[in-house]
């Protein structure tokens, strides 16, 4: 079996505990405004031509290659020692690893078997069905919330969030390891309403306590402009410190755990 993914990030620290690879699928049912790796949203393997000013020549690009789930495995474990060392693992993200999902139950089974501790990254959208069939196999899930309302959800990542919101409930309930993840977007997703309306939320799934803010960035702009893409958020500052440690404080006084950053 054959998957399509886009980079392979050894001694990565920032998708979980310890040092992990991150395994980046390619192919994301999503579209948001502010997303990092806009080169993972198309399923397929593409080619960019992107200027090099001091040859005058287009220099050609591929994103994303096939892989089998051995070939995939064999560079996994090549850093088994550091993860036995750091309580790391594997980390499969994206894009939406749950888009292959045959692909990924195989190199999870894989992984499980061999006693490679295993996260998952995503934005939960997909069928029931294809959820249930991983939660298993998952140690820690690193879940994304943008908004609770379906309006707002569907304009900013132009999909509904009414399956992502049952994924998430199925989840809380199979008592697994779960890190939410909200991306702070000023003047989009960090607003007073949407953070309340987040808060009120997991207060209702009261097992899942650990969140982690992610601050928007302007690192990926420039491959926006690379890959011939529109930015929508041309303009947009960072959030300031204060507004983050101001968002930690409504969660941590609702009584969650709150780091920023991943
Ligand atoms: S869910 Fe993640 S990978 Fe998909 S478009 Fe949104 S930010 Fe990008």
């Known amino acids: 079996m054959e998957g399509i993914i886009f980079n392979i ?3 990565s620290i920032h998708d979980g505990p310890g040092i992990r690879t991150s395994v980046f699928f390619k192919g994301c049912p999503m579209n948001c405004w502010w997303c990092h790796n806009p080169e993972s949203q198309n399923p397929l393997i593409e080619e960019f031509y992107k200027s090099n000013s001091t040859a005058k020549v287009k220099e050609k690009q591929i994103i994303g290659k096939k892989t089998t789930v051995d070939e995939l495995y064999n560079e996994i474990i090549k850093d088994r020692i550091f993860y036995n060392e750091s309580g790391g693992g594997v980390t499969f993200t994206g894009g939406e690893p749950l888009m292959q999902s045959e692909f990924l139950i195989s190199i999870l089974k894989k992984c499980k078997e061999n006693g490679i501790h295993t996260a998952l990254d995503t934005s939960g ?4 069905n294809i959820f249930n069939s991983i939660i298993d196999l998952v140690d820690l899930f690193l879940y994304d919330i943008k908004f ?3 309006y707002l959800h569907k304009k900013y990542t132009g999909v509904s969030n009414k399956q992502i919101i049952k994924n998430l409930k199925i989840l809380s309930e199979s008592k697994k390891e779960v890190f939410i993840r909200i991306p702070i977007i000023p003047k989009i997703t960090e607003t007073k309403e949407n953070i309340k309306q ?3 939320f997991l207060k209702e799934i009261n097992i899942l306590k650990n969140i982690c803010l992610l601050a928007y960035h302007k690192i990926s702009e420039s491959k926006y402009e690379r890959f011939n893409m529109n930015y929508k958020l041309k303009g947009i500052k960072p959030p300031s410190k204060e507004r983050l440690n101001e968002i930690r404080e409504y969660f941590s006084k609702a009584g969650f755990n709150v780091t920023i950053g991943g």
């Open 9 to 11: 990030q050894h001694y």
């Open 125 to 128: 959208f997909s069928s029931e």
């Open 148 to 150: 609770i309302d379906e």
């Open 198 to 200: 987040i808060i009120d």
